[in-house]
């Protein structure tokens, strides 16, 4: 298996599995995005998520080279698993913080078997760790931040 795809099974494993079942409110109370707004495909829809997550990594600074051995697919399912954590767990922002995003991918970048790489092939999968973490933290920021989006605008 190559290392970037352990990396991206092993980030996947680490963040914890959170679901969100909300319905849209009937109601005209002021409520945040993350009370009234389920992260499903409407709602992804309704963000533009897809947009924002792709923004996010073309921003990041990954090259084509950095394509050609880490699939870009697999980039935006990291930086989506980062921003959908941030977004599910808005209630409790004290059970996830910000900080443990750099933990995770720090833990993730750790269970590659370094020993039989070549020193190239290390310079390239720690350049893109430092992109994937800039890229996971922004998706963070940017996921906690429409989850307490008040009143929804959506």
Same mark, same amino acid.
């Given at each position: 298996?190559?290392?970037?795809?352990?990396?991206?099974?092993?980030?996947?494993?680490?963040?914890?599995?959170?679901?969100?079942?909300?319905?849209?409110?009937?109601?005209?109370?002021?409520?945040?995005?993350?009370?009234?707004?389920?992260?499903?495909?409407?709602?992804?829809?309704?963000?533009?998520?897809?947009?924002?997550?792709?923004?996010?990594?073309?921003?990041?600074?990954?090259?084509?080279?950095?394509?050609?051995?880490?699939?870009?697919?697999?980039?935006?399912?990291?930086?989506?698993?980062?921003?959908?954590?941030?977004?599910?767990?808005?209630?409790?922002?004290?059970?996830?913080?910000?900080?443990?995003?750099?933990?995770?991918?720090?833990? %993730?970048?750790?269970?590659?078997?370094?020993?039989?790489?070549?020193?190239?092939?290390?310079?390239?999968?720690?350049?893109?760790?430092?992109?994937?973490?800039? %890229?996971?933290?922004?998706?963070?920021?940017?996921?906690?931040?429409?989850?307490?989006?008040?009143?929804?605008?959506?």
């Amino acid at each position: 298996m190559k290392p970037v795809a352990l990396l991206v099974a092993s980030v996947l494993l680490v963040i914890p599995a959170y679901t969100q079942t909300t319905k849209k409110s009937s109601t005209t109370v002021s409520k945040t995005c993350g009370a009234v707004l389920s992260l499903d495909l409407p709602g992804m829809k309704r963000l533009d998520l897809l947009k924002h997550i792709g923004s996010i990594v073309d921003n990041a600074g990954f090259t084509k080279a950095d394509y050609d051995q880490f699939s870009r697919d697999d980039t935006e399912q990291l930086v989506f698993s980062s921003y959908s954590l941030a977004y599910l767990s808005w209630k409790k922002p004290e059970a996830v913080p910000r900080e443990k995003m750099n933990h995770m991918v720090d833990k %993730a970048a750790g269970t590659i078997d370094r020993s039989q790489l070549t020193p190239s092939e290390k310079e390239n999968i720690d350049a893109w760790i430092r992109k994937l973490r800039a %890229a996971v933290v922004k998706a963070f920021e940017l996921g906690r931040y429409d989850a307490l989006r008040n009143p929804c605008p959506f």
